[in-house]
């Protein structure tokens, strides 16, 4: 299965700033296959991006997506109160789907 | 607005049976694959299951194979997951999730239900 490493393990950062997240994979995805999810404290986990780079619906454009193969990141810029949480990427290149272990964003 | 609840989850012993339920609504059901998604305590997202638009095509993680059968009745609009032979591994909050183009990327999540198994 493909195993998705990410990094930090924790973003200490402040309102307004921005926040770069990576991910990789052990194995190329071919189809830049990936996606990112939020997940806050009580709420439902939400899809901010998919197929690398693109925005789910009603994700704000502070939030982007990029790389390909085996390099991918998540950059939220402007960081507002509602974003610190944590963030997963998820491969569907292949099966079993995977996730990665995810990046808190703290104050 | 898309609804995905789900019910069923509780406090069994190792080696019982428990079966989930996602009573789902707001879009076309029949037209979405969907799955189970898990996070154990303290822990990351692990995708469990899933089942194709029309119930044909059904796909589990190793660690379930064989234990949990995902399902679909789409005259109800419920998602299904039953869970046999449960190990205190398996504790977890079980998320109903659509997909809605049969992609693998998963565009609408529930708000998850408890399963605690005990040894």
């Known amino acids: 299965e493909i195993v998705l490493t990410q990094s930090p393990a924790t973003l200490s950062l402040s309102p307004g700033e921005t926040a770069t997240l990576s991910c990789g994979a052990s194995q190329s995805l071919s189809r830049s296959f990936l996606a990112w999810y939020q997940v806050r404290p009580g709420l439902a986990p939400r899809l901010l991006m998919y197929d690398a780079s693109s925005r789910a619906t009603g994700i704000p454009d502070r939030f982007s997506g990029s790389g390909s193969g085996t390099h991918f990141a998540l950059t939220i810029s402007r960081l507002e109160p509602a974003d610190f949480a944590v963030y997963y990427c998820q491969q569907y290149n292949d099966s079993p789907f995977t996730f990665g272990g995810g990046t808190k964003v703290e104050i | 607005q898309v609804q995905l609840v789900e019910s069923g989850g509780g406090v069994v012993q190792a080696g019982s049976s428990l079966r989930l339920s996602c009573a789902t609504t707001g879009f076309t059901f029949k037209n979405c694959a969907m799955h189970w998604v898990r996070q154990a305590p303290g822990m990351g997202l692990q995708w469990v299951a899933g089942?194709?638009?029309?119930?044909?095509?059904?796909y589990y993680e190793d660690s379930v194979k064989g234990r949990f059968i995902i399902s679909r009745d789409s005259s109800k609009n419920r998602l299904y997951v039953q869970m046999n032979s449960l190990r205190p591994e398996d504790t977890a909050v079980y998320y109903c999730?659509?997909?809605?183009?049969?992609?693998?990327?998963?565009?609408?999540w529930g708000q998850g239900t408890l399963v605690t198994i005990s040894s």
């Open positions: 089942i194709s638009f029309d119930g044909t095509n059904k």
């Open positions: 999730v659509r997909d809605s183009f049969s992609s693998g990327w998963f565009d609408f």
